[in-house]
């Protein structure tokens, strides 16, 4: 206890409030006060900085922290919108050589959701607490490093991914365990809640989630492109053997305008890639022996649901996966003060239900466009991370006598989820309360008071193409929803 607290005295003297991230390239470390960010390329032998995926991005330090925080020498922040949240806050314990850390970090969320019709069959509806999530990350020696999430997810509580990595080189990197995985890159590449709308585009339920398995990833082309490659279990708390359940999953993405030569361009922020994967499965599309519904992660899909869990295509109960299931998913972006993100699925599986068996497939895709109004800009994006915390220019904290504006953005995202014919024509869906197209249109601003909070407004029209009866006595083509959230990253 003497020793900490010698250290802590120690970091408060020499200004570690100042120091590059805990863990990351160029960074001290508790216990080495007042040491400097290294220049880029030029980092100490700490582990690189870590993406929201879990894996690590090029090894450079980041700039000094302006913040002089109360607790200087533990408390950090991530700049360049690595670690589990995206960038933000975190809590960092490590010995003076970065061999051992022990990193947490929170992200909290209350949302008010409201509809134009009454008795929607939704737990995402008035008040409510979507998620909130505290990670534990950091490295055992250079080599090794892992991650550990919990999360709270309307009225439910579970472990949100777990997972050891092994660096094996400095561009490749093996991860054990459950965590984000391919091909869905608005899934695996950040948060909902930096998403510039409120939430996940409807395509959230055709991605492959967090399943447990064996992932490479890396970069490659001085950091041009980046890679993922492995095999994974069907889905949350989905048991799988070597041949049934187990699939194939990876993405390649290049961002090819990138270095010096293209620094603060308007094309550095261009990018895209391809995402796919591929497997044998069997298992029943409605489950009741398994947590299927594991923090909201549902990956068996007995039914396709709206943004707010509201379902309009529905299959029958004893409908079956039988067959081989792929996913390809080709995506493009474009970050800047002006950002665009476009991404399309296509989602084919054999069913059958004892009698009847084909092919079910679907399309869909989303466009989101946003704009910073205040002129900050968002991260560069890569095949690892995209939206991430933002930094503003001008922070609103009385506290400290700071009266800016605020970092203020406004957002709007269209998606369209094509199910198709070919199941209601084989007997498969409730026809009753199934249609086959869904439509939906996001608009939202967001404000960020400071770089540790988020306040949003956004509303939501989702239309069908033919009336299903969602609530009340008749059916319904379409439904409106006002949505506002407070989040808070730290």
Do not use: C
């Not at 879990?54 to 450079?60: A, K, N, S």
């Not at 909290?108 to 409510?128: C, H, I, K, M, Y």
């Not at 396709?304 to 792929?326: C, E, K």
């Not at 996913?327 to 009698?355: C, K, Q």
Request: proline share 6%; charged share 15%; no cysteine.
């Amino acid at each position: 206890m003497e020793a900490l607290q010698h250290q802590l005295q120690s970091a408060t003297v020499g200004g570690a409030g100042t120091a590059a991230v805990g863990g990351g390239a160029g960074s001290p470390g508790l216990g080495a006060p007042g040491a400097a960010s290294a220049p880029s390329g030029e980092g100490s032998n700490g582990v690189p900085n870590r993406y929201h995926s879990g894996t690590f991005g090029p090894d450079q330090g980041e700039p000094p922290d302006a913040d002089r925080h109360p607790l200087s020498g533990l408390y950090k922040y991530h700049h360049d919108g690595t670690g589990p949240n995206g960038g933000g806050g975190y809590f960092s314990f490590s010995d003076e050589n970065d061999e051992f850390s022990l990193n947490i970090t929170n992200q909290l969320t209350l949302d008010g959701t409201f509809f134009d019709r009454a008795n929607l069959p939704t737990n995402e509806q008035n008040f409510n607490i979507p998620f909130t999530r505290m990670y534990f990350y950091g490295n055992i020696t250079k080599d090794w490093s892992y991650q550990v999430g919990t999360q709270g997810f309307l009225g439910t509580y579970n472990l949100l991914d777990m997972f050891m990595s092994w660096h094996l080189t400095k561009n490749i990197t093996l991860r054990a365990g459950k965590g984000l995985a391919p091909p869905l890159y608005e899934y695996y590449a950040f948060s909902p809640a930096l998403e510039p709308v409120i939430t996940n585009s409807p395509l959230f339920q055709l991605a492959a989630k967090r399943p447990i398995g064996l992932m490479f990833s890396g970069t490659a082309l001085d950091n041009r492109m980046q890679w993922w490659s492995g095999v994974t279990n069907t889905g949350t708390s989905l048991f799988g053997d070597l041949n049934r359940n187990v699939e194939y999953n990876g993405a390649v993405d290049f961002t090819p305008f990138r270095g010096e030569a293209w620094h603060d361009s308007i094309f550095e922020g261009l990018g895209g890639g391809i995402g796919m994967s591929a497997g044998d499965q069997k298992y029943a599309l409605h489950q009741s022996s398994i947590a299927f519904l594991n923090n909201g992660e549902a990956t068996t899909n007995p039914s396709f649901v709206t943004p707010v869990g509201l379902p309009w295509y529905i299959y029958n109960q004893n409908v079956w996966a039988d067959g081989m299931r792929s996913r390809v998913a080709p995506h493009i972006y474009w970050y800047g003060r002006f950002s665009v993100l476009a991404e399309m699925m296509n989602f084919s599986r054999e069913l059958t239900d004892g009698r009847t068996t084909g092919r079910s497939t679907q399309w869909a895709y989303y466009v989101n466009a946003s704009y910073w109004l205040t002129g900050e800009r968002d991260f560069m994006g890569n095949g690892f991370q995209g939206y991430t915390v933002m930094e503003p220019l001008h922070s609103f904290i009385p506290g400290r006598g700071e009266y800016g504006p605020g970092a203020w953005q406004v957002a709007a995202q269209w998606s369209e989820f094509n199910a198709g014919r070919g199941d209601i024509d084989r007997g498969f869906v409730d026809v009753a309360r199934s249609t086959e197209r869904m439509d939906s249109l996001m608009t939202g601003l967001n404000w960020w008071p400071n770089k540790y909070t988020r306040i949003s407004f956004n509303y939501v029209w989702t239309w069908f193409n033919n009336p299903i009866p969602i609530a009340g006595p008749g059916s319904i083509d379409q439904y409106n929803t006002f949505w506002m959230r407070f989040a808070m990253f730290f």
